[in-house]
């Protein structure tokens, strides 16, 4: 939650445009002593709204399922004044789709204890889940062991009981547990009555409850093709909507196998097809102790063509350099361990040649131990679309560039991968900006899933702290929760430009919001655009002192005092493009 920095924030309520792309540009310009910036740079959407439209022609990202997010204006009830461990970790983190938020409830919690989950209209579900906490594994007793599910249309009448669980115990840090629905109608309210936690009897603690419906066979796995099997071995499964991969390798002699994860299809190749996928490499071994053979990083997807060539065989390379197929994705070590990789290979060299299998392969020649090695990764998503490869020789080269890369340090990673902040700036620039899931100085977590707000930010190092830092976030239901959900490939993640699409869920304050940033030498320009369904559009301005509106000029202005950084008093002034209808302060955050 936001309550740290939303002490005291501004609530604007834009004038509704009825205009079909109605959107909402503000300019927010911040400079010492209200120095003001020039030459405002054009956003980097309205160059690359000129190119080639992606067409994707593939597109998988391994859900089972989709969860129901139309909650109720008041979504949960419990039945118990429940004590916090903090502000953040309320019942609203239940709902938010995120596991790397919690409800930590303490002081002598008692049972049964229940949750009601209240949707705007009977909701028929296959399946509901329970997830657990960033730190289960440490904390046993604070999971829940038994409970069970009610439903009805009706409070004031009978409940039906829907499921009952017990002995639920051994929970992983994260895990997600789904359990499936008896037949029947659907029902608005939903019970969810907690009658044992594993040990603890004062302290309880889980990340999430949702219902959601089957989208593919859980028994998914896909099938090892035993022509290009040799020396190895391995399974993949699907797990929180997760391609799971975990395989050995036999003695210290040369050896892949391949598992066939789609068949039956007719996508054909141009000179503008791509392949993407995203895959993280995990550690194998026990206790996180690295693996210095880097067995997991000779994973690599494979295309199989009508013409029953491989594009692990063509020699293809991808973005890094590095040859397509997975031995040599391994020895290239472009990736990295427990961070999500995404590998861009361009096929236009194949033109004319016509996909009909996408695999997962492990292939190593290297001179490894002779008792062989495991393996293990999870493949994240799958893309084959038609899109003009960027011209390096035209653009900038600072297209190669990733933000997010280094941002993965939180959600139970054993190393740091970087400690890095998706800084948007021009180089040398007054200040940065930033997307951010954290108030603190790592600011960003790539696996939460959620952002905040977006900052402000003079950060030099995560070690030495941040400095006259102030915020805003766009949205549109102030009764959600504070933690706007997106979706990775809704993201565009440049130096000169960030761009997110909020996903659209009746729990996310910024449903269907887009918003879109550039950095100017002193401050940054930036588009919001709300959905056409938006009825009360708002931008939050929080941790600004003295902070004013004036109607006429469609400006605000402030200023930032003296921090403990030694940073002087900071001056703030910004333009909207639109008029206000009105502002009011708020207690409390989104």
């Known amino acids: 939650m936001l309550n740290s920095y939303l002490r005291f924030w501004e609530d604007l309520h834009m004038k509704r445009n009825k205009t079909a792309s109605r959107w909402i540009s503000c300019l927010l310009c911040m400079a010492m002593m209200l120095s003001l910036f020039s030459g405002i740079t054009v956003l980097a959407a309205e160059k690359a709204a000129s190119g080639e439209e992606d067409k994707v022609l593939f597109s998988t990202r391994f859900k089972t399922q989709e969860e129901f997010s139309n909650f109720a204006d008041v979504p949960v009830e419990v039945n118990a004044t429940l004590k916090y461990g903090n502000s953040a970790e309320d019942v609203s983190a239940l709902i938010d789709g995120s ?5 930590c409830a303490t002081g002598g919690v008692k049972v049964p204890l229940e949750f009601t989950f209240h949707y705007n209209a009977p909701t028929t579900a296959s399946n509901y889940y329970i997830s657990g906490a960033n730190d289960d594994e440490g904390n046993p ?34 895990e997600m547990r789904v359990f499936q629905l008896p037949e029947g109608p659907g ?36 099938t090892t093709d035993a022509a290009r099997t040799e020396h190895a071995s391995m399974t993949t499964t699907l797990e929180n909507d997760k391609l799971v991969i975990s395989g050995h ?36 071994l026990p206790n996180n102790k690295y693996d210095y053979d880097f067995y997991s990083m000779h994973l690599a997807v494979d295309l199989k063509f009508t013409d029953g060539t491989y594009l692990s065989s063509a020699e293809l390379e991808d973005e890094n350099g590095v040859r397509a197929d997975p031995n040599s994705q391994g020895e290239g070590k472009a990736m990295l361990y427990a961070q999500e990789n995404q590998i861009l290979i361009q096929l236009g060299a194949l033109k004319g040649k016509t996909i009909e299998e996408i695999d997962i392969g492990y292939a190593n020649s290297a001179d490894l131990k002779a008792d062989g090695g495991d393996f293990k ?71 939460a899933g959620f952002i905040k707000g977006f ?69 940054m320009i930036t588009r919001i655009t709300y959905p056409e369904n938006a009825q009360t559009p708002y931008i939050n301005i929080s941790d600004v002192s003295d902070l004013r509106f004036d109607k006429a000029t469609k400006s605000f202005s402030g200023y930032k005092n003296e921090d403990s950084n030694q940073m002087p008093k900071m001056y703030i002034y910004g333009t909207f493009d639109q008029a206000f209808i009105h502002r009011r302060w708020h207690p409390r955050s989104l």
Not at 145 to 173: F, I
Not at 199 to 218: A, C, H, R, W
């Open 249 to 284: 390798h036999e003695g210290n002699q040369s050896a892949q196998v391949y598992n066939v994860l789609y068949t039956g299809l007719n996508i054909p190749v141009t000179e503008n097809t791509r392949l993407v996928y995203n895959i993280t490499p995990q550690q194998p």
């Open 187 to 222: 029902y608005q309210h939903y019970k969810l009555k907690i009658t044992k936690f594993n040990s603890n009897p004062g302290t309880i603690q889980f990340s999430g409850f949702g219902l959601t419906k089957s989208l593919v066979d859980g028994s998914f796995a896909g």
């Open 141 to 174: 007793g604070r999971t829940l062991n038994s409970w069970e599910l009610y439903g009805t249309n009706d409070q004031t009448g009978e409940w039906t009981l829907l499921d009952k669980q017990s002995n639920q115990t051994g929970w992983k840090n994260y």
């Open 99 to 103: 596991t790397s938020t919690k409800l």
């Open 455 to 523: 900052r402000c930010s003079h950060e030099p190092s995560i070690w030495v702290g941040d400095r006259s830092v102030w915020r805003f976030m766009p949205g549109v239901n102030t009764s959600a929760n504070g933690r706007a959900i997106y979706d990775q490939e809704n993201v565009t993640a440049k130096p000169y430009y960030f761009s997110v699409q909020f996903s659209q869920s009746a729990s996310n304050p910024a449903s269907g919001v887009r918003t879109e940033l550039s950095p100017t030498d002193h401050g």
């Open 377 to 447: 990764g999870t493949l994240n998503s799958i893309r084959i679309e038609n899109v003009a490869p960027l011209n390096y020789s035209k653009e900038s080269l600072v297209d190669y560039a990733y933000i997010l890369r280094g941002t993965n340090n939180f959600g139970g990673a054993f190393f740091s991968r970087g400690l890095t902040g998706p800084m948007v700036a021009v180089p040398h620039g007054f200040n940065f900006w930033a997307p951010e899931s954290d108030t603190g100085n790592t600011m960003f977590d790539y696996n």
